[in-house]
């Protein structure tokens, strides 16, 4: 089996934090209503502040993180080698793609465009 690489797409990015920024904005919201803030409103700009804040500043490093699939082994960021035979299961979760290792050790491989496809492809290499 020839090395496939899973790399991050920009599209799925956006879009968790799009989603991301809508929790943050109704999160802020409640709590200032439930405080009694009759500027209830300025919850909705903190949270989008603060997702845009977090989306810019750590894009440039989670679009450089690649894993690859070889014969033998899942390779990640942070030398993290998972031989395929300890693969217990794989989810997918939004645009995320979770390894779960036999030792219960969680991997994510994030903002994937197809995370159906990612996980098909980890699912029959580790057979």
């Not at 014969?71 to 942070?78: E, I, K, M, R, V």
């Amino acid at each position: 089996m020839p090395e496939t690489q899973f790399t991050p797409d920009r599209t799925a990015y956006i879009r968790s934090h799009a989603w991301m920024a809508a929790l943050a904005m109704a999160a802020g919201m409640v709590i200032l209503w439930a405080m009694g803030n009759p500027h209830v409103w300025t919850g909705a700009i903190g949270g989008l502040g603060a997702i845009i804040l977090r989306g810019w500043y750590l894009m440039s490093e989670e679009m450089a993180v690649v894993w690859t699939l070889a014969d033998t082994s899942l390779t990640g960021p942070a030398e993290r080698n998972i031989p395929l035979a300890q693969i217990e299961r794989v989810h997918t979760m939004g645009s995320y793609v979770q390894v779960v290792t036999k030792s219960g050790d969680k991997h994510l491989i994030k903002y994937q465009a197809d995370p159906d496809a990612t996980s098909r492809i980890i699912e029959s290499a580790r057979r």
